[in-house]
């Protein structure tokens, strides 16, 4: 007999003769009139389905101490409109089995609601609790909708290396992959000889699709990677992890103004996505994680986000009578506190800060004409800050080259991104989105390490 869904089973129209339901227990309650209520979850949505198991059941003595909040079952019952306030349909059941049980002592998950902090230590069983279900379910159709915004704009999905030579990002926050003896490296000239490491040089994990992301939009115009990328970065925010997922699309002839009207419209559209298709999950957000979520999604939706210069911003900053623990002037980086100051105390919606100083931004930024800002642009949301980074490219060879001396790059490692600028050259931008940044902003929860599956931060990989 094949299994249904929960999800299926509480949306049936009609009742049914027999259906098989698999699942975990999450609840049992014992009635004095010889029944037991059992709530079961399959994770295909957040609402349990109602068992209902007459004692006088055959099997049920067998069985009977072995159905606890934890246990996995098969059940077979009639599918049933449910009598009780709350739910649709319920079962009532001819036949059970248990495929697990979970020992009450042990299994940690009971009725007692628990922190997420705790929850993180205990990253393997998490997933069977309301909060991360919804989370998971959620973050699995965001993946989708990017997917489906892209493909309907004709974009190519494109696949950059994981193991690269090159640190896009220049920020030098790269893991090196080695498969050399770290207790006796081989050496030439007091340096390690990376001619003998596997890939005959020095290898790290990618920061960033981009740099390989722009030879293919200089070919088929308009790509987008989705990918893991990694950062060593020791910063150990509710903002910040070392292995996350990056949305990069990369786009030909399309300038800053071209690039901040795409990064807008999908931060919408992803938006949008997950309240219509998502409404269950969405709704216990709204109950148990952020009372206000629903209503500020709709809001960011229904609005234009402000778009406003580097230099506007640091002016607005400056007027500001609000108190800052970092400088505001003018050359400076924008930090937490000033973004979110613009985006939620000054704007009350999402920003769009563009042409910042060359100074504080990457190489492969355009330059402006007055030479000192670049075409860069960042997306502030309220509470969370930087969803989106991007820029329009440095096309011109000799400006770039020049902007990668000063980066302290070699141009000779970067032969062929420049190439791309000798044979072919065009305008073109881009942007990354953090992929966990997006779940965390759309389902409102505070810290980053709970929205993806198996979070790694300094001094954390274990599972
Ligand atoms: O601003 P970033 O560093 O930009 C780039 O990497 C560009 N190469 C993107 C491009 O133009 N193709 O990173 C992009 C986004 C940030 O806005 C942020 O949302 C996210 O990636 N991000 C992180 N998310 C989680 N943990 C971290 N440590 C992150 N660092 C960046
Ligand atoms: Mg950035």
Redesign the pocket.
């Known amino acids: 007999m094949k299994r249904t869904k929960i999800k299926e089973l509480l949306n049936s129209k009609e009742e049914q003769k027999e259906v098989l339901v698999k699942g975990w227990v999450r609840t049992r309650r014992d009635s004095k009139g010889g029944f037991s209520f059992i709530e079961i979850n399959d994770g295909s949505c957040l609402a349990n389905i109602q068992v209902i198991i007459e004692h006088s059941l055959k099997e049920f003595s067998k069985v009977d101490k072995q159905i606890t909040t934890g246990s996995c079952l098969a059940i077979i019952g009639r599918l049933v409109v449910s009598e009780g306030k709350g739910q649709k349909m319920e079962i009532q059941t001819v036949f059970i089995e248990v495929y697990g049980t979970a020992d009450v002592e042990t299994f940690p998950l009971q009725k007692k609601r628990h922190s997420f902090e705790y929850l993180r230590e205990i990253a393997h069983l998490r997933p069977r609790t309301n909060t991360f279900g919804a989370i998971m379910r959620v973050r699995s159709r965001l993946a989708y909708a990017i997917h489906q915004f892209f493909n309907d704009r004709g974009f190519a999905y494109l696949n950059t290396p994981i193991v690269t030579t090159s640190d896009?990002?220049g920020?030098g926050e790269m893991f090196q992959v080695t498969t050399l003896d770290l207790t006796h490296p081989p050496q030439v000239d007091g340096q390690i000889d990376y001619a003998q490491d596997f890939f005959g040089e020095k290898t790290s994990l990618t920061?960033?699709?981009?740099?390989e992301?722009e030879i293919y939009a200089l070919a088929l115009s308009e790509i987008y990677?989705f990918g893991p990328?990694f950062?060593a970065?020791n910063?150990n925010t509710s903002?910040?992890?070392?292995e996350?997922w990056?949305v990069?699309?990369?786009m030909a002839f399309y300038d800053l103004d071209d690039d901040m009207d795409l990064a807008e419209e999908f931060i919408k559209y992803l938006l949008l996505d997950a309240l219509e298709n998502c409404s269950e999950d969405m709704e216990f957000f709204n109950q148990r994680i952020d009372k206000t979520i629903l209503e500020t999604l709709q809001h960011i939706i229904d609005n234009q986000f402000e778009r406003l210069t580097y230099t506007d911003a640091i002016n607005c900053l400056q007027k500001s009578k609000e108190t800052f623990s970092y400088p505001v002037e003018w050359g400076l980086g924008l930090q937490a506190e000033h973004e979110r100051y613009l985006s939620e105390k000054l704007f009350k919606k999402p920003i769009i800060v563009f042409n910042y100083p060359e100074k504080i931004k990457?190489f492969?930024m355009k330059l402006n004409e007055d030479g000192k800002t670049v075409r860069a642009m960042?997306?502030l949301l309220p509470k969370l800050g930087?969803?989106?980074?991007?820029?329009q490219?440095e096309e011109n060879h000799d400006i770039l080259l020049k902007r990668m001396k000063e980066a302290n790059l070699d141009p000779q490692h970067y032969w062929w991104y420049l190439d791309l600028r000798r044979f072919g050259t065009a305008p073109h931008?881009?942007?990354?989105?953090?992929?966990?940044?997006?779940v965390q902003f759309v389902t409102g929860m505070e810290n980053?390490r709970d929205v993806i599956p198996f979070p790694r931060t300094p001094k954390h990989a274990q599972f």
Do not use: K, N, W
């Open positions: 896009c990002e920020a920061v960033s699709g981009q740099l992301g990677t990328t950062r970065e910063s903002r910040h992890l070392s996350f990056m990069e699309p990369e990457s492969y960042d997306v930087e969803i989106i980074g991007g820029s490219r931008s881009g942007f990354g989105l953090g992929f966990e940044r997006l980053i």
